[in-house]
């Protein structure tokens, strides 16, 4: 079984991080191929908890390789400090292998991510603020900065300043919107002399010499790590040897097929693994979707099942369901079988894991939505591909009983009650595919493996 991708079967956070470090116990090597230091896992071994945004969750396999492969965006203080902490904590890191060809945030892909959100106000997106979505910009107008060119001063230096341009200018006009806005607001007084003169002095991080020596720095740091990902990927496939790729963010987060603007700037499903790893479609042979057994969502954008009322609460509260990354409440809701079935065919995905099942005992009935209905009343059994019929979409549920029991010692199918077997069974025959893991609680051996 060689391939094998994980995805986020929702809007992110279903835990993939677990289920990635166990299943990569059987792989022998563990790649995340999107996205950056947006995500966050957590990972508790032995009652200590790691949270990671950009290392991929299998560095604490420290026989296996560990790739943050091409198709991830990678902001270098991130990673040195991620290493850092991780140094600190006894972990041995000397696996992690990073793509040459993966691209840098650089200081003003977070500036302009942030002042992009301000612009938009009322129709921001809620990103992580972590430049992402700026920086997958630049790759594809190639004005990217790549890992392999933090070890070439002369190249980083002239494609810095390639870069740099059109950034000074984008941030001067949006800080001049911004202050316009602020006085028609009346928020901001007369600021005379100093006071204006340093908000209007140039950003420090702006500095193209400075920026690029600090680069440099970063480049001798990284450069033991610094690899032909793709070519490790093809010699571990061809040696008969799993490779796990990581996915982060999830499904409906995904830039072509996910709630569109609402969403990421890379692509989080299945297929972006070959593009983000450099393998081929035929390299993938299975297909593992996480989904947790309610739903989340963070930022803004439009989710049928959301919860606003004590139900919501309970999975918010007994779920700990803040960011990783922004600390943020995420909003909470239903299962949406709906939104889990377009994600399944979409990835075509092979296996499902549950998460989270324990959060759900005590709350009865469980509803889980099977169909929207329209505003104009129309049943719509498939996601919606048109945006204004998605945002007023309003979810039907099946009701289903609700159990109790403290389920976090449960280990075995057969210690599940069986309102909660029955509630995965429902899962299962609506999407169509097995669940083969069910997490009941945050530690790796938390889980009850099912059927196989
Ligand atoms: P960005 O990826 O920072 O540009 O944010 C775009 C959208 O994706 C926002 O709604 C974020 O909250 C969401 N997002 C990005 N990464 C994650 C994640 O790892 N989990 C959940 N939501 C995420």
Known sequence: MPGI???????????????????AERAGMIVRFQGGNNAGHTIVRDGEEFKFHLIPSGILHSDKPCVIGNGVVVDPRILLSELDGLRRRGVDTGNLRISANAHLIMPYHVLLDTAGEMKLGKLSIGTTRRGIGPCYADKALRLGIRVQDLLDEKILRTK???????KQQALRELSVQRRKLRKEAGEEGDKEGLEQAIEDAPDPRLDLHTMTEEHVSYGHRLEPHIADTARLCWEMLDGGQTVLFEGAQATLLDLDHGTYPFVTSSNPI???ACVGAGVGPTDIDEVWGVAKAYATRVGAGPFPTELEDAVGRHMLERGHEYGTTTGRERRCGWMDLVALRYAVRLNRMSALTITKLDVLSGIGPLKVAVRYRSREGAILDTFPYHQSILHSAAPEYEELPGFDADISDCRSESDLPPQARAYLDFIANFVDVPIRLVGVGPGREQVVWLKD
């Open 270 to 272: 299945a297929g972006a």
């Open 5 to 23: 991708v994980i995805v986020g079967a929702q809007w992110g956070d279903e835990g993939k991080g677990k289920i990635t470090d166990l299943l």
């Open 160 to 166: 810095i300043r390639a870069a740099l341009e059109p």
